[in-house]
């Protein structure tokens, strides 16, 4: 079973980007929307433990990174999707499992 | 008598409703002549990151606002350095926001002061009232 990850929370306010990346097996994808977009700027802890997290893939959702300004400053190596490719992401994934 | 004011700002943008709140709040008591002042902590600092572009998720980019707070005598804006270096952000990723100083001949100054969690707690000290937002 294959399970696409949703973390739409900051990860200085919320355990769930945590939580998430404890619970995550290997062949999932991780996507981060919303408030959960800040998880991937460069420099953050939140960076470097998506960094680490081996077998788990990441991708962030473009529109939520543009509205809040840091499309540019985001660590290499993960995806960014439009609503198209979150789309894509679910039919591709067995479950969606929406962290709060 | 004017009191001091202080909106704590402490969540990001968009994700919660906090942020647009408390910038509309801040210009409500504005127009009251209060001694107003602004602090950005945690994901509060996220708030005034340059470059924000909501076209694509359909919410309105309230953060062109910020750079007006100077024309409403809102020029004390506080900048908690370690929330800011926690998040791998700088100065540099957010607004210059600036205001006239009318005493000195109009002069652009810099509103926004970058501080350590000491002095803010100092600043905080001094204040009459503290709204968190």
Same mark, same amino acid.
């Given at each position: 079973?294959?399970?696409?990850?949703?973390?739409? /929370?900051?990860?200085?306010?919320?355990?769930?980007?945590?939580?998430? !990346?404890? !619970?995550?097996?290997?062949?999932?994808?991780? !996507?981060?929307?919303? %408030?959960?977009?800040?998880?991937?700027?460069?420099?953050?802890?939140?960076?470097?433990?998506?960094?680490? =997290?081996?077998?788990?893939?990441?991708?962030?959702?473009?529109?939520?990174?543009?509205?809040?300004?840091?499309?540019? /400053?985001?660590? %290499?190596?993960? /995806?960014?999707?439009?609503?198209?490719?979150?789309?894509?992401?679910? =039919?591709?994934?067995? /479950?969606?499992?929406?962290? !709060? | 008598?004017?009191?001091?004011?202080?909106?704590?700002?402490?969540?990001? #943008?968009?994700?919660?409703?906090?942020?647009?709140?408390?910038?509309?709040?801040?210009?409500?008591?504005?127009?009251?002549?209060?001694?107003?002042?602004?602090?950005?902590?945690?994901?509060?600092?996220?708030?005034?990151?340059? *470059?924000?572009?909501?076209?694509?998720? *359909?919410?309105?980019?309230?953060? #062109?606002?910020?750079?007006?707070?100077?024309?409403? $005598?809102?020029?004390?804006?506080?900048? &908690?350095?370690?929330?800011?270096? &926690?998040?791998?952000?700088?100065?540099?990723?957010?607004?210059?926001?600036?205001?006239?100083?009318? $005493?000195?001949?109009?002069?652009?100054?810099?509103?926004?002061?970058?501080?350590?969690?000491? &002095?803010?707690?100092?600043?905080?000290?001094?204040?009459?009232?503290?709204?968190?937002?």
């Amino acid at each position: 079973m294959t399970t696409l990850h949703t973390v739409n /929370k900051s990860p200085f306010s919320s355990s769930a980007l945590d939580n998430c !990346l404890g !619970l995550a097996k290997n062949g999932s994808t991780v !996507l981060l929307l919303e %408030d959960g977009v800040y998880a991937a700027t460069a420099g953050t802890k939140s960076a470097e433990a998506i960094a680490n =997290a081996d077998g788990v893939s990441f991708a962030i959702l473009g529109p939520d990174a543009q509205a809040r300004g840091i499309e540019g /400053k985001l660590a %290499d190596g993960i /995806k960014v999707v439009d609503y198209d490719g979150f789309v894509d992401l679910v =039919a591709e994934h067995d /479950k969606v499992h929406a962290w !709060l | 008598m004017a009191k001091k004011f202080m909106y704590m700002n402490t969540k990001a #943008p968009y994700g919660t409703i906090y942020a647009l709140e408390s910038l509309e709040v801040v210009l409500i008591g504005a127009a009251f002549e209060q001694d107003v002042s602004l602090a950005f902590i945690d994901d509060g600092v996220y708030q005034l990151t340059k *470059g924000q572009n909501t076209d694509g998720i *359909g919410m309105k980019n309230f953060s #062109p606002t910020y750079s007006a707070l100077g024309d409403y $005598d809102v020029n004390k804006i506080y900048v &908690e350095k370690e929330s800011l270096e &926690e998040r791998g952000l700088t100065l540099d990723d957010l607004q210059h926001l600036t205001w006239e100083d009318e $005493d000195e001949d109009w002069a652009e100054k810099d509103s926004i002061k970058l501080v350590s969690r000491a &002095e803010l707690a100092d600043i905080l000290d001094d204040q009459d009232v503290v709204l968190s937002f």
